[in-house]
């Protein structure tokens, strides 16, 4: 009986690390491999919506583009901020609804973290500058 349970316990911790979970601050996991939606900003987007995950990528902008909010954030959401080119790259400032060290400049590799305190309120828990 000692063998079965035994055997048992080694199976079950085999297979529990392949099963998906959800941290609620950063997203899914696959086993120990995190797993977040990502989507782009678009060119010119000042207002992007973030509904759609938590990791989003800025583009080749035609313009000068300030991002000066984001739509359809939820209380307590974690939202990456990644640059995505060095034209025109889309800049963030800290005042109105961010509340920043600086402000950041989503150069390619460039990351922001930020934490929704209220739908239009975030405020800067780190960033990296590549």
Same mark, same amino acid.
């Given at each position: ?7 048992? !316990? ?14 609620? !601050? ?15 900003? %678009? ?9 759609? *995950?938590?990791? !989003?990528?800025?583009?080749? =902008? ?21 640059? *995505?080119?060095?034209? =025109? ?5 800290? *005042?109105?609804?961010? =509340? ?5 400049? %989503? ?5 922001? /973290?930020?934490? %929704? ?5 975030? /405020? ?5 500058? =590549?």
């Amino acid at each position: 009986m000692k063998r079965i349970l035994l055997a048992i !316990f080694i199976v079950v911790l085999l297979v529990t690390p392949a099963l998906a979970w959800q941290d609620p !601050f950063s997203g899914w996991f696959l086993g120990s491999t995190s797993v977040m939606d990502s989507a782009l900003i %678009a060119d010119g987007d000042t207002s992007p919506s973030v509904s759609g *995950g938590n990791v !989003f990528f800025t583009v080749s =902008n035609t313009g000068a583009t300030e991002i000066t909010t984001f739509d359809d954030a939820t209380v307590g959401q974690i939202i990456y901020v990644i640059g *995505g080119s060095n034209s =025109n790259s889309s800049t963030i400032s800290d *005042g109105g609804e961010f =509340n920043l060290s600086a402000t950041f400049t %989503a150069s390619v590799d460039d990351v922001l /973290i930020l934490y %929704a305190q209220a739908a239009d309120d975030f /405020i800067e828990i780190g960033r990296v500058n =590549n």
